[in-house]
């Protein structure tokens, strides 16, 4: 009896791996006169069923039986997509090597891998059904996105997996593979980012820009609106998004602590999180005043594309020297060194030395003073956003954004001198 119950449940799932890719072929193709479609929901429906008898009568007779059917099913569908093409004039394969997936796919699921085989008939039918949705996406790429999205592919699933992961240089601090790993998470980062902005953004002005904007650089996303700022009489609505880009970048410094060392995440958790909502609260409380962004903002602000080879490049060695420093000066100097490398590093990026102490934290370096460090950093970087607003937009008349940053900032810098991190 349980066998019997195997057998049925082996062949119901071939049978539904053929009507679901049957289904949506049989859907699209539901104007065409009765009789003129090469293949539709009962075709597809017997090569599912068919793969089905393939794959268990294999079990018995060997693999050469489930082989020859397929080459049978083969040669059948070459022959039908020939004579579609001589009646109907269709260069289409699509229908084609759909068939010949639904009976992989079949037999896949005959031979017990049921859960897999239907979520990867799931897959394509999500594939054939969102046809012009994903010709439309296409149609939007420019050139520029999609070198970057093959970069981002190069950087990661070919030159990645190639880098040694084991220390070299002095005290073994320079990691290829993980430095580069930290690359391709921060240009991963930067991507949503980048793509966040194109396909929501635009239209919804300061607010997407500013949310979406940051997660590729918040300081990009605070020069941008200061400059609009500098020439608009509607200055809180640029401040506002100013402050919510900063909010974003404490998100991502407690993501990036998550991914190194997930162990450090309870000593920084609570001080970025409140430094994070303070940022929200004050960009709430300016934000009132200029609730809407004018018309025309999204087709102004445009962000740098963040995944150029060169930019990644650079983020890669500024991390491989913080990391070489903070090796250094522990060594040297002990904890007072990493807090001056912090302070340092925060007035250019706060990425890298979040890296570095997360990943030295696992090592040689005490956890209270890593987090220490990275708070110290998110301070600097933050304030140093305000300098570079007051900057742009007039330093005397400006000035007073550093002290809403500071007062922003201050419940979370109380909360790590509270739990310890900041005596």
Same mark, same amino acid.
Request: with cysteine.
């Given at each position: ?366 956890? @209270? ?41 201050? @419940? ?12």
């Amino acid at each position: 009896m349980d066998i019997d119950y195997q057998l049925a449940l082996n062949l119901t799932a071939a049978l539904v791996v053929g009507l679901l890719i049957g289904s949506e072929r049989g859907w699209s193709g539901r104007e065409a006169n009765e009789g003129s479609r090469v293949a539709g929901l009962r075709t597809f429906g017997i090569i599912g069923v068919l793969g089905g008898v393939s794959a268990i009568s294999a079990q018995q007779f060997g693999n050469w039986l489930l082989v020859s059917v397929f080459a049978a099913v083969a040669a059948l569908v070459v022959v039908a997509h020939v004579l579609d093409f001589k009646t109907n004039q269709d260069r289409g394969t699509t229908t084609a090597f759909a068939m010949l997936l639904t009976f992989l796919l079949a037999a896949w699921a005959a031979a017990g891998q049921q859960l897999a085989a239907l979520g990867a008939a799931v897959v394509v039918v999500a594939l054939l059904g969102y046809k012009r949705v994903l010709h439309r996406w296409l149609g939007q790429i420019s050139q520029q996105e999609f070198s970057s999205g093959v970069i981002l592919l190069l950087i990661s699933v070919v030159m990645l997996p190639l880098l040694p992961d084991q220390g070299f240089g002095p005290w073994q601090a320079l990691n290829p593979y993980w430095i580069w790993w930290m690359v391709v998470l921060i240009s991963g980062l930067s991507f949503v980012g980048y793509i966040a902005v194109k396909l929501t953004g635009a239209r919804m002005g300061v607010l997407i820009i500013a949310l979406a904007g940051a997660l590729a650089s918040s300081t990009a996303v605070t020069i941008t609106l200061a400059n609009f700022c500098h020439k608009s009489a509607r200055k809180h609505l640029y401040i506002a998004g100013i402050l919510l880009a900063g909010s974003v970048m404490f998100a991502r410094v407690l993501i990036e602590v998550l991914v190194v060392n997930p162990a450090l995440l309870s000593l920084v958790i609570l001080p970025l999180g409140l430094m994070g909502v303070g940022m929200v609260v004050a960009a709430g409380f300016i934000w009132r005043r200029h609730q809407q962004a004018p018309a025309n903002l999204a087709e102004q602000v445009k962000l740098p594309n963040p995944l150029q080879l060169k930019t990644a490049m650079q983020f890669g060695l500024l991390l491989a020297v913080i990391l070489l420093l903070s090796k250094a000066l522990v060594a040297w100097f002990g904890d007072s060194g990493i807090y001056a490398l912090a302070l340092a590093s925060g007035l250019i990026d706060v990425d890298a030395i979040t890296l570095s102490l997360s990943r030295m934290a696992t090592e040689e370096l005490a956890p @209270p003073v890593a987090a220490n460090g990275i708070l110290m950093a998110a301070v600097v970087n933050t304030l140093v956003k305000g300098v570079i607003f007051a900057y742009i937009t007039g330093l005397k008349q400006n000035i007073w954004f550093v002290a809403v940053l500071a007062l922003a900032l201050m @419940p979370g810098m109380l909360a790590g001198i509270w739990i310890g991190v900041g005596s």
